[in-house]
C-alpha cells in the first residue's frame, strides 16, 4: 500500500479462529510497517512500525477477570547516588495486565514528604506472570527513614501498599520494605458498599413486610363466626 505525505488510508481486519481453539485470551498486533528503499553500499536500513495491540477471548463467559497482588518493596540507590523503589508484581488474574502508577514518601526526616513520582510505563505482565515496576526519585532525597504508598493500577483495578523504608549508600540495594497497609481495588469496595446496601435494603422490606401483617395496635382482631 503506498500512501503520499500527511495521507490517510483505512485497513480492515478480520481474525478467523479455528472452531477447535481452546477458551482463553489470545494477543497480537497488528502491525503498519515502512522501510527504507535498499541504497548500494548502504549497511542500515530504517524500518519505522506502529502496531494496535489486540486481545482476543476465545470461548463462552465474557472476558476473563483481571487482577494484581505488589509484593516486597525495594529501596536502592545508584551507582550515580539515584534513589529508586522496586516493587514486585504478579498478575494473579486470567488476562493481561498494563501497569501505571505512583510512589509517595511520607513521615520522613523533620516530617519530610516527597511526591508522588510516577513509575516507569511500559510494564506488561501476562496471566500469572511476575515483574517489577520501578520509580526513580530524586538525588537529593535523604535516606530516611521513611514511609512509602506505592499506587498501581491496570483498566479498573487498582492496588495500593504502605511500608518503612530507608534508602542504603550509593550503589547498594536496601532493606525489604516492612508492610504497613494494603488496600484493594476501588470496584471491589464499591461492590462491598452496593452489597451492604442491598442487604439493608432487603432487611428493611423484610421488617415492613412483618409489621404490615400485623394488626393496628389498639384494635382487637374481628372474629368470624362458624359458618358465616
Known amino acids: ?5 500527511w495521507g490517510e488510508a483505512r485497513v480492515r481486519a478480520t481474525i478467523t ?21 535498499p541504497r548500494s553500499g548502504k549497511e542500515v536500513t530504517q524500518i519505522h512500525r506502529v502496531g ?19 509484593g516486597e518493596l525495594r529501596p536502592a540507590r545508584g551507582p550515580t547516588d539515584e534513589p529508586s523503589v522496586t516493587a514486585q508484581v504478579t498478575n494473579t488474574g486470567g488476562r493481561a495486565i498494563d501497569l501505571a502508577g505512583s510512589v509517595t514518601l511520607t513521615d520522613g526526616p523533620a516530617g519530610s514528604r516527597a511526591g508522588p513520582f510516577q513509575v516507569g510505563q511500559g510494564v506488561t505482565l501476562p496471566p500469572g506472570g511476575s515483574g517489577q515496576v520501578v520509580a526513580r526519585l530524586p538525588v537529593e532525597l535523604p535516606n530516611g527513614p521513611w514511609k512509602v504508598e506505592v499506587n498501581l493500577e491496570s483498566g479498573l483495578v487498582k ?25 484493594t481495588s476501588g470496584w ?32 382487637p382482631r374481628e372474629r368470624v363466626p362458624a359458618g358465616r
Do not use: H, N
Open 1 to 5: 500500500m503506498e500512501i503520499e505525505p
Open 17 to 37: 479462529v479455528p472452531p477447535a481453539a481452546s477458551r482463553g485470551e489470545r494477543y497480537g498486533v497488528i502491525w503498519a510497517s515502512a522501510t527504507s528503499a
Open 52 to 70: 494496535v495491540r489486540v486481545y482476543l477471548d476465545v470461548g463462552p463467559g465474557g472476558e476473563p477477570v483481571s487482577d494484581f497482588a505488589i
Open 159 to 183: 492496588r495500593s501498599l504502605s511500608a518503612r523504608i530507608e534508602f542504603p549508600d550509593a550503589g547498594q540495594v536496601g532493606e525489604r520494605g516492612s508492610v504497613v497497609s494494603r488496600m
Open 188 to 219: 471491589i469496595v464499591t461492590a462491598a458498599g452496593v452489597g451492604l446496601l442491598l442487604l439493608a435494603g432487603l432487611a428493611v422490606l423484610a421488617r415492613r413486610s412483618r409489621q404490615s401483617r400485623r394488626p393496628p395496635s389498639g384494635r
